[in-house]
Every structure is written in structure tokens, then in C-alpha cells.
């Protein structure tokens, strides 16, 4: 934690003094024959704003910028003291050691003071490699961190000569929350302050400008957005697809992207719901939905997207697969009264539609002597001897695999058979003849 305050606190001297530096001979440094040697710290990214689930970490590097015409004049050795504060006191604010270790390379060094800032070739850390690292490293740290205390050397005196933009370190806080950083440059006891030392061993306190304050506010991470097919409506079985789902990231690279993709179906009559597409994680993803109704009769159901990001926000998108069927329609043979006599056959068929191309059956209620193919709908039977006249009422129903029905109704009369005799005037002979 002070070895935060501390580069922070030194980094905003600097800043301050090479924003007003001249390329006169330096104030601090009084035989410093061009620039003065300054102090740079600033946030990293440089707004300092987080974002996701904390607690964060925020970064502070910090760099030295001087001139060097000769190397009496290089900056050979530097020891930094800084102490801070924060402003919101309800949360963490800390610089934590395990994340502040003094390791040279090689890589990877993701906790050293001496990292590469995420790789960005425009923060290198061109003092921490091979022969020419750092030598006698002193990084203190209290506890609780309220001050840190830096010291170190280049193992070469050269090492800090002619330079425009040399990061020297990084320091690491955490935060758990909004909250503005000060630091100021302070003594550590027993005798140290902010000093830089030549290499001829003149000792002086580089430029530089305290106390520097960084506010470090939390970024809402935006979630993402997914968007659903519209609903689908099905009345016969099969494999269908639902075009399209389309998902992004508003936010993306710059914050999270797109991490996953779920899908999930709530019915009956539907199965196999899932993606056309594989997800890939990234700023946009889309795919079609496939499914397979395996029973119209049922109600369908609703199917439910789920898309996240990395940081762990999530959209929900849905639509609707509704199952229907139609009932069939039936016509009957007759219409009304079907007059027939005694003995004689009937012999007619009923018949029938259905729109949604389902199979169907035909069954019937009536007179015992009247019977009905249930594929075919034909209807038979023989009209049984009657003394009188006799009516029958018939209805016929088709049914479909939904049992889905329709009926229609008809009347059957059955008249019966008169004998009848004609007698002839009496011919000679007495013969008659009664005609048959």
C-alpha cells in the first residue's frame, strides 16, 4: 500500500514539474546541465475507471523523464517515500504485497512491480530485463498500508541516461469501491525523503509536485442484448427452424464481451430445441433455433435465450412455439330423409377433410343393421322387414389423432313391401289366372 502512495505521490510531482519544465539549468539540481529529472506517476488505463465485480485493481505507473549529456549527470539511484489517503474510508483501500513483489524477469511477472502494463507496447518496462534490471531493491510497505517506501539502483549507471519515457515502476492498489486517491510525498524515519542521487553521489529531490489526487469510479458495465425470433405456430408434426438470434456486446472490447449462450424449452410437444450455431465468444454472435414438434396435439410451449457477458451480466430473450390443430370436417351420404323398402340395401359412404393433413376415423351410431368401415367411412346394411313404415336416425363422426371431431346426421325411412293381387274377369273353362 505505500509503495502505491509512494509512486503515485512521486508521479504527480513529476508530472507537475515537466509540465512547467524549462530547458534551463534545474532548480532541484543545481549542476544539472539540461532538464531537470523528473517524477511521473499516472492511473492505468489513464481515467482509472473499473468495472465489473470487485474488488478492482488500479494501477499507477511510474516513470522518469531527464536528459543526460554526460553520465556524471544520469540518475544512479532513486529512493521514493509516499504516503496516502482516501476519501471513501466505508471500503478497501489497500496496496497489497502479494501483488507488489520485486521479481526481475523472466516472465511472467502479472504481480511485480516491475510487470509490462497488460502488454501494451507503449508502456514497456525497459529497466526490469536481462543485465540491466534493477540492483539493491527496497519496496516497504505498512500495515495497515497507509505509506509505501521505495528505493533501488540501476546495475549500470548508464541505465537512466537520455531518457524521454522510462517506466521505472508500477504499483497496484486495491479498491472495493468508488473512491479518490491522494498521496504526498512524506518522510520515513529514520531520514528519508523524495531523493535521486547521481552518480558522482550527489544526492537531490528530483522535480516534482505534491500532493496528486486520482479518482477511481466505477464503470457500469453494460449488459448485452439479445434479441428472439418471432413466435412460431406449427399444426403438423416435423423439424423446424426459428430465424434468428442475434446478441451483442455494447460495451465490447472495451470492457467484457460475450461469454455464453443458453437455450431452453418450457411445453409439451416440442423437443431437441438448440442452436444452428456454436457460440464463440466475442462482441456479436447470432444463430438460428432448430426444434422438432413431435405432437401437434399438445399446447407447445416457450423457448428462453440466455446470453451473458465475462463480467457476468446477462440478457434473457423469448418466444413462443404454439402447437394448433384443426378439426376435421365430415359430410354425411344423405341430406335430410333416405326413403328405402324392406330387404333392400343400403350402400353410401360418408366422407371428410382435414386441414392439417392428420389421419382421421369414421364411427357411427344408428340402426344395429347398418354398419361403417372406420378407414373408409363406407356405410352398409340390409333394411329389415317392416309391417309398417319405420325411421332410423344416424349419425356419423370422423375423429382426427388430435381427437378433434365433427359430425353430421341424416334420417332413414324404411317402407315396406305390398302384396297385391289382380283377379281377371271369369273366362269359359272356369279358368282363371291371378297374375303374380
Not at 523524495?194 to 496528486?212: E, G, Q, W
Not at 427452424?241 to 460495451?251: F, Q, R, W
Not at 381427437?403 to 305390398?418: H, K, N, R
Request: with cysteine; net charge negative.
Amino acid at each position: 500500500m505505500k509503495r502505491n502512495l509512494l509512486l503515485l505521490a512521486v508521479t504527480l510531482i513529476a508530472v507537475f514539474c515537466f509540465s512547467t519544465l524549462g530547458l534551463a539549468q534545474c532548480p532541484e539540481d543545481t549542476v544539472d546541465q539540461g532538464e531537470c529529472d523528473t517524477l511521473h506517476c499516472n492511473g492505468y488505463p489513464p481515467d482509472l475507471g473499473v468495472s465489473g465485480t470487485g474488488p478492482w485493481d488500479v494501477r499507477f505507473p511510474m516513470y522518469i523523464t531527464h536528459d543526460n549529456p554526460n553520465v556524471v549527470d544520469s540518475v544512479a539511484g532513486i529512493v521514493i517515500p509516499v504516503c496516502y489517503t482516501h476519501t471513501n474510508t466505508a471500503t478497501t483501500c489497500d496496496i497489497d504485497p502479494n501483488k507488489n513483489n520485486t521479481n526481475l524477469y523472466p516472465w511472467p511477472m502479472d504481480n511485480s512491480i516491475f510487470r509490462d502494463l497488460d502488454g501494451e507496447s507503449s508502456w514497456p518496462n525497459e529497466y526490469a530485463a536481462g543485465m540491466n534490471g534493477w540492483a539493491n531493491i527496497i519496496l516497504n510497505i505498512d500495515s495497515p498500508s497507509t505509506h509505501f517506501w521505495l528505493s533501488m539502483i540501476p546495475t549500470t549507471q548508464k541505465r537512466l541516461e537520455d531518457m524521454a519515457h522510462k517506466l521505472t515502476c508500477t504499483i497496484t492498489f486495491t479498491v472495493g469501491d468508488s473512491t479518490t486517491i491522494c498521496m504526498d510525498s512524506c518522510f520515513w524515519p529514520p531520514s528519508s525523503r523524495l531523493t535521486f542521487s547521481r552518480s558522482d553521489a550527489k544526492t537531490y529531490v528530483p522535480r516534482h509536485y505534491f500532493p496528486f489526487c486520482e479518482e477511481v469510479y466505477i464503470i457500469p458495465n453494460l449488459p448485452p442484448t439479445v434479441d428472439c425470433p418471432g413466435n412460431q405456430s406449427h399444426n403438423q408434426n416435423g423439424s423446424y427452424t426459428a430465424s434468428g438470434v442475434v446478441a451483442n456486446d455494447p460495451d465490447c472490447p472495451q470492457m467484457s464481451q460475450l461469454n455464453s449462450a443458453q437455450i431452453s424449452f418450457t411445453g409439451d410437444g416440442v423437443i431437441d430445441v438448440q442452436f444452428t450455431e456454436s457460440f464463440t465468444p466475442g462482441c456479436d454472435w447470432s444463430s438460428d433455433v432448430q426444434y422438432t414438434v413431435t405432437d401437434h396435439c399438445k399446447a407447445g410451449g416457450t423457448v428462453e435465450v440466455v446470453v451473458c457477458d465475462d463480467l457476468g451480466a446477462c440478457d434473457t430473450c423469448t418466444f413462443d412455439i404454439t402447437l394448433t390443430n384443426t378439426a376435421p370436417e365430415i359430410t354425411c351420404p344423405v341430406v335430410g330423409t333416405h326413403y328405402m323398402y324392406a330387404s333392400q340395401t343400403f350402400d353410401m359412404s360418408a366422407t371428410a377433410t382435414d386441414a392439417d393433413g392428420d389421419t382421421y376415423t369414421f364411427s357411427m351410431t344408428g340402426p344395429a343393421w347398418l354398419t361403417i368401415d372406420p378407414n373408409t367411412g363406407q356405410i352398409t346394411g340390409i333394411a329389415p322387414d317392416v309391417d309398417d313404415t319405420t325411421c332410423y336416425d344416424v349419425t356419423v363422426t370422423v375423429t382426427d389423432v388430435c381427437q378433434a371431431t365433427d359430425d353430421c346426421s341424416f334420417e332413414i325411412c324404411v317402407l315396406p313391401v305390398t302384396n297385391w293381387f289382380v283377379w281377371l274377369p271369369q273366362l269359359e273353362g272356369d279358368d282363371c289366372v291371378a297374375p303374380g
